[in-house]
């Protein structure tokens, strides 16, 4: 089975804050997501990267950064932490090509005081 | 903006009765179509995916596509309390990205 694992479950940070979010997954894939979850509007695209070193923006991706130094790794990266920022965030992973089915990670809940 | 609407229920069914859930989407060009699974606390699972028009089953479940209408629907037969859930609604383009939708709250009463 596919594995795909976030290092925290929960985080509390302050504003201003500088954030890391760390993604592995374990079956080879090539694409790597992060999306975020809120209330009511469902799962929205932060960063998407489709190889080592590549990235692209998905729908939301003012004040956040990624980072794919290796294929199993994909870090979300939050340069100036803020209230609006508090929210689920999801990592997921699929095989290489489009159109693939996404395994999602079990997700960190990111508060921001 | 493309996007993929669901009605947000909650949606109460009795045990042993059929789920009928339903997605619209606006992108004319998508290609393929995901029902994830979303229990209270818990990650996204996929339940299935249908490429094709007409119903794909598997188990339970029946995944329906009509893409002249722009549509997607999921049933579940002989519903379970543990079918108990949000349901999200995914549609891709045709790239890399997934478009969900707000997801719809199934409560299947015992």
């Known amino acids: 089975d596919v594995k795909v694992t976030q290092s925290s479950r929960y985080l509390v940070k302050r504003t201003g804050e500088k954030v890391f979010l760390e993604c592995v997954q374990d079956m080879d894939h090539e694409n790597m997501f992060w999306y975020r979850q809120d209330p009511g509007l469902g799962l929205r695209l932060i960063y998407f990267s489709y190889d080592v070193k590549m990235k692209e923006k998905g729908d939301i991706p003012e004040g956040y950064s990624v980072s794919r130094e290796k294929k199993e790794r994909f870090s979300l990266i939050l340069e100036s932490a803020s209230t609006n920022q508090t929210s689920m965030y999801l990592c997921a992973s699929s095989l290489e090509g489009t159109n693939e089915k996404l395994f999602f990670g079990s997700g960190t809940q990111l508060s921001v005081l | 903006q493309k996007e993929v609407e669901q009605n947000s229920g909650p949606l109460s069914v009795p045990e042993g009765a059929i789920a009928s859930l339903n997605c619209t989407y606006s992108?004319?060009?998508?290609?393929?179509f995901f029902w994830y699974r979303q229990y209270s606390g818990k990650s996204p699972e996929l339940i299935m995916s249908i490429y094709s028009n007409g119903d794909k089953e598997d188990g339970r479940f029946t995944a329906q596509l009509n893409k002249a209408s722009q549509y997607v629907s999921l049933l579940i037969r002989d519903s379970q309390p543990s079918d108990s859930a949000t349901y999200l609604c995914a549609v891709n383009m045709g790239g890399f990205k997934t478009i969900f939708g707000a997801g719809t709250r199934l409560f299947v009463k015992a």
């Open positions: 992108d004319r060009g998508s290609q393929s």
